[in-house]
């Protein structure tokens, strides 16, 4: 991380671009689970179209972590936001003025808290422990240094829950394979995916407007664009059926929903190495390959 801070900027992004295609090209790791999900979500597209897109998403992988390193410099020269007017609608939705922004693995993520709050949308995010506590202590220096609000680890769902209750915004990726205990079976591609229930339980409870809100990275590779999309049409207090269980699956189908639109938008932003497909119905074989390996 220092030595990217210290580094010419236009040099660093030149080797990291040339870097994320090559690991593309030269089918490394998590190279074949990526083909595999494009397949999946395009299954008409030409091979060479796949790997157009797999090299482009490779490829924002290894200039994000340029922009992650350097997290704390002013963005707004290179971060424009679109669709303001939906965050005042959401807003003014609002029981208390909270909002959950529904965002994923998309552009560079890890930039969009940080637009976000230099614009004056101050969010906090839960940030979900990893396995190397060194890589954890890391990645929550550089999230603080970009000016997010992290959640405390030890105790998220409260903190989150609090946040809300404050009137805040909360930032919530919803595109990652979870375990069957704590998730839900619904359609991502034409192919059922495992979905969190938690903040689609959350939506169901509070009617706590959730915001669509993505960064694109533009084709120049160095600005992006926030986009952020109306509301969504979910079920809440106001308009619950007396099958909660159904009303947590259809929220938690149409969070998702909104999340494929974007990626069909954008297919090159998205994140195509997760394995998320990789819990499967009983009965299901799982897309992947056991190791891993390319």
Same mark, same amino acid.
């Given at each position: ?5 210290? =580094? ?16 593309? #090209? ?9 083909? @595999? ?51 005042? @609608?959401?807003?003014? =939705? ?6 959950? &922004? ?7 993520? $890890? ?13 906090? &995010? ?7 506590? &060194? ?12 000016? @997010? ?8 769902? #409260? ?31 034409? #192919? ?7 903040? =689609?339980?959350? %939506? ?5 407007? &959730? ?13 992006? %664009? ?35 639109? $974007? ?32």
């Amino acid at each position: 991380m220092g030595a990217l801070r210290r =580094a010419p900027e236009a040099q660093a992004r030149a080797v990291l671009a040339a870097f994320g295609r090559s690991w593309a #090209r030269l089918s490394l790791p998590r190279v074949r689970d990526s083909l @595999t999900n494009l397949r999946i979500a395009f299954p008409d597209w030409p091979e060479a179209r796949r790997r157009e897109v797999l090299e482009h998403s490779f490829e924002n992988v290894a200039l994000s972590l340029l922009e992650f390193a350097r997290l704390g410099e002013p963005v707004g020269d290179r971060v424009r936001i679109v669709g303001r007017e939906h965050f005042d @609608t959401a807003r003014a =939705a609002s029981p208390n003025g909270a909002v959950i &922004v529904l965002t994923a693995h998309f552009g560079n993520w $890890e930039l969009l808290a940080a637009a976000m709050t230099e614009a004056g949308y101050p969010v906090s &995010v839960v940030q979900r422990p990893r396995d190397d506590a &060194v890589l954890d202590d890391l990645v929550a220096e550089r999230r603080e240094a970009g000016g @997010t609000d992290m959640l405390p680890r030890g105790s998220a769902a #409260r903190a989150a829950l609090r946040a809300l209750r404050d009137g805040r915004i909360l930032a919530m990726p919803y595109d990652q394979n979870c375990s069957r205990d704590e998730g839900v079976f619904v359609p991502f591609f034409g #192919r059922l995916a495992c979905t969190r229930t938690a903040p =689609a339980r959350l %939506v169901l409870r509070s009617g706590i407007p &959730v915001l669509p809100v993505f960064l694109h990275r533009e084709p120049d590779r160095v600005h992006h %664009v926030v986009y952020a999309r109306p509301p969504l049409d979910l079920i809440g207090p106001g308009n619950a059926s007396d099958d909660a269980t159904r009303d947590v699956r259809e929220n938690a189908a149409r969070m998702t929903r909104a999340i494929e639109d $974007e990626i069909r938008r954008a297919p090159e932003n998205w994140l195509w190495a997760h394995r998320r497909y990789r819990t499967q119905p009983a009965g299901e074989p799982r897309p992947y390959p056991r190791s891993g390996r390319s």
